[in-house]
């Protein structure tokens, strides 16, 4: 089942290709900036600049008089209101276009991190795995394919997809997982897959279990570093939030 931010997971994925010659570093890197330069774009096409301008003018003045009034307790408290109130009308104006900004980047977000959360385990490599709440009745197929290292079960990852079978009293509950994983998890179907799908299946629906974790080790883009700076999320939201800030200047927007 995929979900409606899958749609646009075929495009992104011909552009990755076609970026092909790069590092995985620099190819999010880009994803970032192009995202930034789509978000500052959607923002001051919705945005009512000169009405932020005022608003932020007004604010200016307000601060300037309150500044002035000293003493004056009823001026002050005048002045704080009116501060308040402007304040408010500027985060209404700014609100919607800045919601509806965002709304472009959560496609290439969700296809980031499902393209380059997680490093692909090799060929027969052991992954552990657990089963929740517990693996009672799941068998699994080829023989050989589910280990068990201090009683707790070790995948042999696959090299191809569909090679294994997961199996309850009923019936196969799960093929896979693919050779490439898009997340660490495979569970039922749930609401939220309407919006976005997992890319590693599903679970059969009256499954004996609710799902199977995989522990997969993060992608590292950037070799050395602390693991929080190493991921994609640092190189992603890092050149996304630089491309917008330098935009924002260059271009003046409020």
């Known amino acids: 089942m995929n979900g409606l931010l899958n749609l646009f997971f075929p495009l992104f994925d011909a552009l990755d290709a076609g970026l092909g010659f790069l590092p995985p ?55 704080t209101r009116a501060n308040l109130a402007v ?28 393209r380059y959360g997680w490093e692909p385990p090799p060929a027969a ?29 070790v995948l042999r990852w696959p090299a191809t997809a569909g090679e294994i079978r997961f199996r309850d009293a009923e019936g196969v509950i799960y093929v896979g997982p693919p050779p490439e994983p898009g997340a660490d998890v495979v569970h039922k179907p749930r609401w939220w897959n309407l919006l976005l799908g997992n890319e590693m299946g599903y679970l059969r629906e009256d499954a004996a279990i609710e799902a199977i974790r995989f522990e997969l080790a993060p992608r590292r883009l950037i070799p050395v570093g602390p693991g929080w700076l190493t991921g994609w ?9 630089i491309a917008s800030l330098l935009l924002k200047i260059a271009f003046r927007i409020d």
């Open 233 to 241: 999320e640092a190189v992603y939201f890092g050149s996304l939030l």
């Open 25 to 79: 570093v620099l190819r999010v890197a880009l994803f970032g900036v192009l995202s930034g330069a789509l978000t500052m774009a959607v923002y001051r096409w919705s945005s009512n600049q000169e009405k932020i301008r005022h608003h932020k003018e007004e604010a200016r003045r307000i601060r300037r008089a309150l500044g002035a009034a000293a003493e004056d307790l009823s001026e002050t408290l005048r002045l």
């Open 87 to 114: 304040s408010l009308r500027l985060l209404g104006t700014v609100t919607g276009p800045a919601l509806l900004a965002s709304l472009p980047i959560l496609f290439v977000i969700v296809w980031v991190a499902t």
């Open 125 to 153: 490599a052991p992954v552990a795995i657990t089963f929740e709440p517990a693996r009672d009745g799941v068998v699994v197929e080829p023989e050989g394919a589910l280990l068990e290292d201090g009683g707790e079960p």
